[in-house]
């Protein structure tokens, strides 16, 4: 039963029709015949019996009796098994109460075959109604009717192969892509709400410096108050703070541009990425006096990636593994199946249960925050990376300190 159903649902939409209207039309031929034969034999008997009825109807050749026939009466005459019976030829000329009987009954005959291939018909569609196009039309409404009141958390799934399974995959690729979209749409809300608390958080600070060095240089300043080294001092750290200030300013610049940067995948020489990771694990390690090991495990020769967007997680990613890295930190690159994986690993003190959940938010400096890191660089990886069809994972190594997991999709579906 699970074959013919499995079957059934993969034939297609006027193929299923057709076999439901022939079956219709069998069935219909089948019990109509019957009818019209039991309708026609009906009609001989009355015809019989008007023939009964007429005086010298019959002639038995084998007893050579005979009889007058009626007079002023058309026959038709039959022979059967050597016999002669004359048949009344004309409806007009039988008896009125046979009459209306074989009107009746010709009518019947005629009308009857009619009704039931229209009731066949239409048994055929009901059918084909209820067991092919019911649950999934069914299956679409209440889908539409969720999707209109912003319900996406739920599969279509209509099995087969049919036109209507068809349409439900389509419809279910349509809720999978709003259902995405929506995510997408409260994510960004969501960090659009988190760099704005961060822009207040950070902006807080340097300007309540500012405002009190101000107030203090305005009130003494003009009562020669305050020597006039310590004055300089004062310039000199109001300095600092309003170029921390422009620094910040850039810093969410380039925040606020990374949801409109735009990733172009290209076929790139897998060797040729492989030889610039290594230089630049070299110049950045040797700055820091740490020693960086870079291993490549990519059997392809080219790569279908955006270069720009995966060298910018890995100079971030080495950048950030270096400053918490206490001798030493490791590069691995492999490609597993459609997935380019690039993972640095750090001997540091790793991350704390919080830090793994929140350091690749923005503005997030760590342990070792300062003035030159408004701890951008794993939140630049993560928008990279869901950008390239992958993703960003945190996470302690097993020997100890910390490992970061960029994946791209070497096919991506480029996000915007």
Not at 82 to 109: F, G
Not at 236 to 264: C, I, K
């Amino acid at each position: 039963m699970d074959k013919i159903k499995k079957w059934y649902r993969s034939v297609p939409i006027w193929l299923a029709f057709f076999l439901f209207a022939l079956a219709g039309l069998g069935a219909s031929a089948f019990f109509a015949n019957r009818v019209t034969g039991a309708k026609y034999y009906e009609l001989v008997q009355l015809k019989d019996s008007a023939a009964v009825i007429a005086p010298g109807a019959f002639v038995d050749l084998q007893k050579g009796e005979g009889y007058t026939k009626a007079p002023d009466v058309t026959y038709s005459i039959a022979e059967s098994e050597n016999r002669y019976q004359y048949w009344v030829e004309l409806e007009s000329e039988l008896p009125q109460n046979v009459k209306v009987a074989y009107q009746y009954t010709m009518t019947q005959a005629k009308v009857v075959p009619f009704l039931i291939y229209a009731t066949g018909l239409l048994l055929a569609a009901i059918l084909f109604w209820f067991t092919k196009l019911r649950k999934p039309l069914l299956m679409l409404e209440s889908a539409s009717e969720r999707i209109a009141e912003n319900e996406l958390d739920f599969p279509l799934d209509y099995p087969g192969r049919d036109e209507m399974a068809r349409l439900c995959a389509a419809f279910e690729r349509m809720r999978s892509a709003l259902d995405e979209n929506n995510r997408r749409m409260l994510r960004m809300i969501d960090e659009q709400h988190q760099l704005n608390d961060a822009y207040t958080h950070d902006l807080r600070t340097p300007i309540a410096v500012l405002k009190g060095y101000t107030d203090m240089l305005s009130r003494y300043v003009p009562v020669g108050r305050i020597p006039e080294e310590e004055v300089l001092d004062t310039v000199r750290t109001m300095s600092a703070q309003v170029e921390r200030l422009e620094r910040f300013v850039n810093s969410m610049n380039t925040a606020q541009r990374l949801g409109d940067v735009e990733l172009h995948p290209e076929e790139v020489p897998a060797e040729e990425l492989a030889s610039g990771m290594r230089e630049t694990a070299e110049i950045l390690g040797e700055g820091r006096n740490i020693a960086v090991d870079v291993v490549v495990d990519v059997a392809e020769d080219t790569l279908n990636i955006d270069a720009g967007a995966v060298n910018e997680v890995y100079e971030n990613l080495l950048s950030n593994a270096l400053r918490f890295a206490e001798l030493k930190a490791n590069v691995s690159l492999e490609a597993s199946g459609d997935r380019l994986i690039l993972r640095v690993t750090d001997d540091g003190p790793g991350f704390t249960e919080r830090e793994l959940v929140t350091a690749s938010n923005p503005y997030y400096s760590g342990k070792k925050g300062d003035a030159e890191h408004f701890g951008l660089g794993l939140y630049i990886c993560r928008t990279l990376c869901e950008k390239h069809g992958g993703s960003l994972t945190l996470e302690n190594s097993p020997e100890g300190g910390g490992r970061v997991t960029a994946e791209f999709a070497m096919t991506p579906q480029i996000k915007k």
